[in-house]
Structures are given as structure tokens and as C-alpha cells.
């Protein structure tokens, strides 16, 4: 385990050069995405006929578990598909999670104690300019905490290079998410930022690096 645990290495010194490299327009995007991702949110828990808040949380709890591994745009558009009836292709698991926040079940109980992505996710939705304080996951016991939202791109981000297929599941790993999240909330004091804003910044920047281009393949050692 302990082996596991090291296996992610990087420094908040890397998010704070990713964000250095931002353009105007990745600055903008990173700075509207979970704005633009709460006024989804209200129109999918609208669709389904629920009002204010509430719409907001249920549109936010069906985004958030129909999100492991998937790029936000598909991600946006089965959730929508899903509150309007329509199939779509998502693991049977998060399909049920998902009916069952439709039906009004508490996202952050559905979620379960392995969600230290789609938690954080799901609060950042709800509060674009907060903390993302979660509670019920594996290692905290039943101690809130505060997350970021730590994905693949957000793990090269600190890394400082896209991670491998084995590293992208060993941030699902408490130990490892709360360490690269440390590394952002250490980031966002230093630049004075929310630390959505930030993930959402770099996200852009990192992506835009990376994209099309071959998965960087981890070297013994590294």
C-alpha cells in the first residue's frame, strides 16, 4: 500500500506553473465552468420537476455520478438525455445511482465512501466559489473535509505530465487524492483564488498541452 500511495508524485509548484501558462481565454473558460456546469444543473433538476436549490442539487448529484472517466461534454449530455428518458451508455452502477437521485435520494449518501472525485464535483457544482466541504468517504471516517476536484487531468496537473492508465486509478486512492488536493488548496492560497477557479483554469491549460498528443508513458523511478 505504501508503494501505491507514492506512486503519484508532484508538487503544487506544478499547478502554480500550469496556471502561469494560461491564456485569456483558458483563464475565462476555467473561470466560468462550474457556473456554466450549476446552470446545468438547475435545468436537468428543473426538467425533472424540481424547483430552486433543490433542482440545483438533484441536476448536480446526476452530473457528478454519471462523470468517472468521462469528458464533460458527453458527461453534460447523457445527464440531460437521462432526465428526459432516453438511453445511455453508462456503467449500470451509475445509472442507478443516478435514478436514484432523480427520485430524490441525498446525493452525497448515494455517492458512497469511494467518491472522493464525484464529491467534491458535486460541491463544487452546487458552490462554484467554495471549499467543496464532503463528508462520508473512506479515510476521514465521519470528519467533513474539503476537496478538490481531483481527475486525471487535474493529477498531471500537479505531476506536471498526463498520468498513465495505473496512476488514473491510484487517484481514486484517499491517500493520494488528499494529497494532490493539498497541493491545490496550497496553490489557491498562494494565488489568492477559489480552488474551483484554479482546477478549472489549469484544467484548460493542461488539456490544451496534451491534447492529441501521445499519453506520456511513466518512466521506473519517476
Excluded at 79 to 104: F, H, P, V
Amino acid at each position: 500500500m505504501a508503494k501505491r500511495n507514492r506512486s503519484v508524485q508532484g508538487t503544487y509548484k506544478n499547478i502554480l506553473n500550469v496556471y502561469d501558462r494560461a491564456t485569456q481565454n483558458q483563464i475565462d473558460k476555467g473561470l466560468s465552468f462550474y457556473e456554466d456546469a450549476r446552470e446545468d444543473a438547475y435545468i436537468i433538476g428543473k426538467q425533472l420537476g424540481y424547483k430552486g436549490s433543490n433542482a440545483v442539487m438533484c441536476g448536480a448529484g446526476i452530473l457528478s455520478v454519471l462523470s468517472p472517466r468521462t469528458d464533460y461534454e458527453l458527461n453534460r449530455q447523457m445527464a440531460y438525455d437521462l432526465a428526459n428518458g432516453l438511453y445511455i451508455q453508462q456503467t449500470e452502477a451509475n445509472k442507478a445511482k443516478a435514478i436514484r437521485i432523480m427520485q430524490g435520494e441525498n446525493p452525497m449518501l448515494v455517492m458512497g465512501r469511494d467518491s472522493h472525485k464525484t464529491k467534491p464535483f458535486f460541491k463544487a457544482i452546487l458552490n462554484p466559489l467554495g471549499k467543496n466541504e464532503v463528508y462520508g468517504l473512506k479515510g476521514y471516517g465521519n470528519k467533513p473535509t474539503h476537496l478538490a476536484v481531483i481527475d486525471r487531468h487535474a493529477g498531471g496537473v500537479y505531476k506536471g505530465l498526463p498520468l498513465s492508465e495505473k496512476q488514473r486509478e491510484q487517484i481514486g486512492d484517499w491517500r493520494v487524492n488528499k494529497r494532490i488536493s493539498n497541493s491545490y488548496f496550497r496553490a489557491c492560497k498562494i494565488l489568492n483564488l477559489p480552488v474551483n477557479v484554479l482546477q478549472g483554469i489549469t484544467w484548460y491549460v493542461f488539456r490544451d498541452l496534451y491534447k492529441n498528443k501521445r499519453l506520456y508513458t511513466i518512466k521506473k523511478g519517476n
